[in-house]
């Protein structure tokens, strides 16, 4: 291996000593076929079995966290980690084939990330297909671009850009939600590869209604970080509608006046609206320093 790799590929794990290896050693079976040097890093995260000792021996640098931290926070950890110009993260549940690795670091260059958008010959449950596309719809509105794949783990990125927003990333499975919107409200550009996912080896660690509200939220905080008025301006003006039709509805069907009630729905739309606004100019502002300090 070369003290400065060209590739790193960050594997996340807990508690995967079933299918590790595996996994391993078809990442070394794809990436002896390109003429690119590479590093293979398992971020051991608290595993209780014998995770650790099977990636070490199959060829893995393997750094271990002392204890359960998260999956986003195996992901950060390899990110300061990694010594390669492009970055690949991956699962090593066995969900992800390393055979799409070469088609991901061919998307990288021309783009700045490139991430595997799993298709419908995927192997996946009924109810995370519906969510993924609800997720995949909310963002694409946050975003003003198409998102094939919000959640999707398998990624090939530029070591640099990803380190721009590791600070950014949170120590759950809800990264990927994260990382892609970062970069598409940060202007970087994005390419999706298709891919067909493996049912994952073992038991999901994954819970529907806690991690699916936890992205719901983390889109919604990426939105205001990055896009304020995507958010601000629907919720005002849905307001403002709100306290039009409440007053109508009282002069014209219920037989009163206007009301307080609607003069306040109204108004507060408007301290909506300027909140968002003011928002906007602060993010526009830590942009702008942003770019100088680069």
Do not use: W
């Not at 393997?62 to 931290?69: C, E, G």
């Amino acid at each position: 291996m070369n003290n400065q790799p060209d590739v790193s590929i960050i594997i996340p794990t807990y508690n995967e000593g079933n299918i590790i290896t595996s996994v391993i050693n078809g990442v070394h079976l794809m990436m002896d076929r390109l003429d690119r040097t590479y590093e293979i890093l398992v971020i051991n995260d608290g595993s209780t079995d014998d995770t650790p000792e099977k990636a070490q021996s199959a060829g893995a640098i393997v750094i271990s966290h002392p204890y359960n931290i998260g999956n986003g926070a195996a992901v950060k950890t390899g990110i300061r980690q990694a010594k390669g110009r492009f970055l690949v993260m991956m699962d090593g549940d066995g969900q992800h084939n390393p055979e799409y690795i070469p088609q991901l670091l061919e998307k990288v260059g021309p783009y700045d990330m490139a991430v595997g958008a799993r298709t419908s010959a995927s192997e996946s449950y009924l109810h995370r297909n519906i969510a993924n596309g609800l997720y995949n719809h909310f963002a694409s509105y946050i975003c003003n671009r198409k998102i094939q794949d919000l959640t999707s783990g398998f990624r090939a990125i530029k070591a640099d850009i990803a380190r721009q927003f590791v600070a950014l990333l949170p120590n759950t499975f809800s990264y990927p939600t994260t990382m892609t919107m970062a970069i598409l409200r940060s202007g970087f550009s994005l390419a999706y590869v298709p891919i067909k996912a493996n049912r994952r080896t073992g038991k999901s660690k994954i819970k529907l209604l806690r991690d699916g509200s936890r992205f719901f939220l983390i889109i919604l905080k990426i939105a205001a970080l990055f896009s304020p008025m995507r958010v601000f301006l629907p919720v005002s003006f849905a307001m403002f509608l709100t306290g039009i039709g409440y007053g109508l509805f009282r002069i014209f069907f219920a037989g009163g006046r206007y009301g307080p009630t609607s003069a306040m729905l109204m108004t507060i739309s408007v301290l909506i609206f300027l909140v968002g606004l003011v928002s906007e100019q602060i993010a526009q502002l830590h942009y702008d320093r942003s770019e100088k300090r680069d």
